[in-house]
Nanobody, 124 residues
Framework: VQLQASGGGLVQPGGSLNLSCSAS????????MAWFRQAPGKEREGVSC????????KYGDSVKGRFTVSRDNLKYAVYLQMNNLKPEDTAVYFC??????????????????WGQGTQVTVSS
């Protein structure tokens, strides 16, 4: 199983980034997929989740209205479009496979697979 995240970088406040996560080694369209982030000295935080087939989405309160999660089951990929980025969005972002087809419970203790992180830094 592999989850390969990419697209992180340095961006100014108010800017945008689009993260991608490429999956392999499991039946991607059977599982919900999520993004988490972890800033230095803080706990890992759920950012967003997208369900397996219908594409229903959920977001953490701090990113609602700014971030959009999507997936492409043909490409085995999940994306996170991040707009109006703020310095407090600075963190390592991880994609993860939820132990379910839906996002009913998408906490960090309900994860089948974790990907490696990609650093997002929002700074002027």
């Amino acid at each position: 199983v592999q989850l390969q995240a990419s697209g992180g970088g340095l961006v100014q406040p108010g800017g945008s980034l689009n993260l991608s996560c490429s999956a392999s080694g499991f039946n991607f369209d059977n599982y919900a997929m999520a993004w988490f982030r972890q800033a230095p000295g803080k706990e890992r935080e759920g950012v967003s989740c997208v369900s397996s087939i219908l594409g229903h989405t959920k977001y953490g309160d701090s990113v609602k209205g700014r971030f959009t999660v999507s997936r492409d089951n043909l490409k085995y990929a999940v994306y996170l479009q991040m707009n109006n980025l703020k310095p407090e969005d600075t963190a390592v972002y991880f994609c993860a496979t939820i132990l379910s087809f839906d996002c009913l419970w998408w906490g960090p203790d309900n994860i089948a697979y974790w990907g490696q992180g990609t650093q997002v830094t929002v700074s002027s």
